[in-house]
């Protein structure tokens, strides 16, 4: 089955704990990015990666990084978190990305509570 | 820069009557437009797009949309609301010069038993 897969679901950590969101796409597909969701301001793209070692910056980078080491995997990385950053974390995936007008897929999401 | 208006946060809707769902856009150049829809504690699901042709897209679920160039708005549409169609749908268009989604505010539907 076609899908992105990421983990973990759901996880509460403490401010400054390093951590990682694993995002795998079993889709062989090109483009990969990671979104967050809060209320009233919909998805805002933090990060996405053209293919592999190729990533770029989105709306809200600030605080984040990503690797792009494989094609199949997009890492998020919170190397020190702040509570601002408490959010639900979407990866998604892409043939080529929405440029040329392929849909996005995403994966189910994952709640980050930072305290 | 690029702009998409979801101007309802709530559609309430009995079933088995029509809903639509209301989306804008402002963005330069041909518009791609999207919708999506997320279930409780779900990701998001693609609905349907337009990026050129027929200005009434069919997608999944029987849902559909039509582009309104003049008007520049996307809205969905289903002929009979299902208690299953209740969700939180999100409007994106393809942002201006770059590879990316902007995503509108949301709009929850709840259809009513």
């Known amino acids: 089955e076609a899908q992105v897969t990421q983990n973990p679901r759901y996880l509460i950590t403490v401010t400054g704990k390093k951590l990682t969101v694993t995002c795998s796409q079993n889709m062989n597909h090109e483009y990969m990015s990671w979104y967050r969701q809060d209320p009233g301001l919909g998805l805002r793209q933090i990060y996405y990666?053209?293919?592999?070692?190729?990533?770029d910056k989105g709306d809200v980078p600030e605080g984040y990084k990503v690797s792009r080491k494989e094609k199949r995997n997009f890492p998020l990385i919170l190397e020190s978190p702040s509570p601002n950053q408490t959010s639900l974390y979407f990866c998604?995936?892409?043939?080529?990305?929405?440029?040329?007008?392929?849909?996005?897929?995403f994966g189910e999401g994952s709640w980050l509570t930072v305290v | 820069a690029q702009s998409v208006a979801q101007p309802e946060d709530q559609v309430n809707v009995a079933e088995g009557n029509p809903l639509t769902v209301k989306c804008t856009y402002s963005?330069?150049?041909?518009?791609?437009l999207f919708w999506y829809v997320q279930y409780p504690n779900r990701g998001l699901q693609f609905l349907l797009k337009y990026i050129t042709g027929d200005n009434l897209v069919k997608g999944s679920y029987g849902f559909e949309a039509e582009f309104n160039k003049s008007q520049t708005s996307f809205h969905l549409k289903k002929p009979s609301a299902l208690v299953s169609d209740s969700a939180l749908y999100f409007c994106a268009v393809r942002a201006t010069g770059a590879n990316n989604l902007f995503f509108g505010t949301g709009t929850r539907l709840t259809v009513i038993p």
């Open positions: 990666s053209m293919n592999v070692e190729v990533t």
């Open positions: 998604a995936s892409s043939l080529t990305g929405v440029l040329s007008g392929n849909t996005i897929y």
């Open positions: 963005v330069s150049g041909n518009p791609y």
